[in-house]
């Protein structure tokens, strides 16, 4: 989520400009600080800190919070654990959110306190950041379940999401949390009943597959694009034939008044690893486009459709920038190698 950016002013600037008279000057100087932890470290956190701890209006408190967590300042924590009671609610969450990306055990307490926020925003980011900071993982798990009964469908559709991470960490789901996105398959929200077939089919559990057809047909309204998204993948690595001809108008055809569909590339990814020959035959082709652009999405493609026939061609691109992204080149050669060798 975060990251630094090009710097766009000096340091000396930067500093200078974080006592500017205008708000929006002093946010943009907070964030352009960043780049700068690098050779400036304690000079660039306290300058930040001091603005997440001072600064009048709510605008510049967040940007210092954010740019904290970019710059992992692990020494502002004391600064960020009181920002988690900040009276403005956005600066609140952008706290919240650094003390996750920050990662310290120290911040248990208060992001627990944060997980009954009467803000759903805040509850939001406080169920994301909490599994990451928290040293139990009962405690985590306990935490994320209770708040898949959240009143409100985005932090229960975010509980979802965390189960998921939970799941990847440590190479399956917690069993309490399978039976509860089994359960979530019926709520009232397609936001919550569309994450949860993907949890359960991530998982291997086949309970949701079929509303993984209906998010894929388009009869489920209301979802979240990555889900909509992985729905799909999941659909062409299950081999699921009762999405077949749905991936096929995603994937080649045109929807009506709304012209390409936007997740054409996963569909057709989806067809290809179904082993669909016209998807196959498109993303051989395009190996050989003369787009970088586009031979960069066909070697990613290539890779996640495990088109062993691909593996030649991008091999050929390998060491070439002028070719394709050398890292989409190597994820791709990495997972048609393991598959060989599986």
Same mark, same amino acid.
């Given at each position: 989520?975060?990251?630094?950016?090009?710097?766009?002013?000096?340091?000396?600037?930067?500093?200078?400009? %974080?006592?500017?008279?205008?708000?929006?000057?002093?946010?943009?100087?907070?964030?352009?600080?960043?780049?700068?932890?690098?050779?400036?470290?304690?000079?660039?956190?306290?300058?930040?800190?001091?603005?997440?701890?001072?600064?009048?209006?709510?605008?510049?408190?967040?940007?210092?919070?954010?740019?904290?967590?970019?710059?992992?300042?692990?020494?502002?924590?004391?600064?960020?654990?009181?920002?988690?009671?900040?009276?403005?609610?956005?600066? /609140?969450?952008?706290?919240?959110?650094?003390?996750?990306?920050?990662?310290?055990?120290?911040?248990?307490?208060?992001?627990?306190?944060?997980?009954?926020?009467?803000?759903?925003?805040?509850?939001?980011?406080?169920?994301?950041?909490?599994?990451?900071?928290?040293?139990?993982?009962?405690?985590?798990?306990?935490?994320?379940?209770?708040?898949?009964?959240?009143?409100?469908?985005?932090?229960?559709?975010?509980?979802?999401?965390?189960?998921?991470? $939970?799941?990847?960490?440590?190479?399956?789901?917690?069993?309490?949390?399978?039976?509860? &996105?089994?359960?979530?398959?019926?709520?009232?929200?397609?936001?919550?009943?569309?994450?949860?077939? %993907?949890?359960?089919?991530?998982?291997?559990?086949?309970?949701?597959?079929?509303?993984?057809?209906?998010?894929?047909?388009?009869?489920?309204?209301?979802?979240?694009?990555?889900?909509?998204?992985?729905?799909?993948?999941?659909?062409?690595?299950?081999?699921?034939?009762?999405?077949?001809?749905?991936?096929?108008?995603?994937?080649?055809?045109?929807?009506?008044?709304?012209?390409?569909?936007? $997740?054409?590339?996963?569909?057709?990814?989806? $067809?290809?690893?179904?082993?669909?020959?016209?998807?196959?035959?498109?993303?051989?082709?395009?190996?050989?486009?003369?787009?970088?652009?586009?031979?960069?999405?066909?070697?990613?493609?290539?890779?996640?459709? /495990?088109?062993?026939?691909?593996?030649?061609?991008?091999?050929?691109?390998?060491?070439?920038?002028?070719?394709?992204?050398?890292?989409? %080149?190597?994820?791709?050669? &990495?997972?048609?190698?393991?598959?060989?060798?599986?």
């Amino acid at each position: 989520m975060f990251g630094p950016a090009p710097a766009k002013r000096t340091l000396e600037a930067a500093l200078r400009d %974080v006592a500017s008279q205008k708000p929006a000057v002093r946010a943009e100087a907070v964030s352009d600080l960043v780049p700068y932890a690098a050779t400036a470290r304690e000079q660039v956190v306290r300058a930040i800190e001091g603005a997440l701890r001072v600064d009048e209006h709510a605008a510049v408190r967040a940007a210092a919070a954010i740019a904290l967590a970019d710059t992992k300042a692990v020494e502002a924590l004391p600064a960020l654990l009181l920002a988690v009671e900040d009276v403005d609610p956005y600066v /609140r969450q952008m706290a919240i959110t650094a003390l996750g990306e920050i990662g310290d055990v120290r911040a248990t307490g208060r992001l627990r306190r944060a997980l009954a926020d009467e803000r759903p925003e805040v509850r939001f980011q406080a169920v994301i950041a909490f599994p990451r900071v928290c040293a139990q993982q009962a405690d985590a798990i306990e935490a994320v379940m209770q708040a898949t009964h959240d009143d409100d469908p985005l932090v229960c559709h975010i509980a979802l999401r965390m189960f998921e991470e $939970l799941g990847e960490s440590s190479g399956e789901l917690p069993p309490l949390g399978m039976a509860r &996105a089994r359960a979530l398959l019926d709520h009232a929200s397609p936001l919550v009943r569309a994450a949860a077939a %993907v949890v359960t089919a991530r998982f291997g559990d086949p309970v949701g597959h079929p509303v993984l057809a209906e998010i894929v047909g388009g009869k489920l309204h209301e979802v979240d694009r990555e889900d909509e998204a992985a729905a799909i993948e999941l659909c062409g690595e299950l081999g699921l034939a009762a999405s077949r001809s749905a991936l096929e108008r995603r994937a080649f055809g045109l929807r009506l008044g709304f012209g390409r569909d936007p $997740l054409r590339w996963h569909a057709r990814v989806a $067809l290809a690893r179904m082993g669909h020959e016209r998807a196959i035959r498109d993303i051989l082709s395009e190996l050989g486009a003369w787009d970088r652009h586009k031979r960069t999405l066909a070697v990613a493609a290539a890779g996640r459709a /495990r088109l062993s026939a691909a593996r030649g061609a991008i091999a050929a691109m390998r060491g070439d920038e002028r070719k394709a992204d050398q890292g989409a %080149v190597e994820e791709a050669l &990495a997972v048609l190698a393991a598959e060989v060798d599986a």
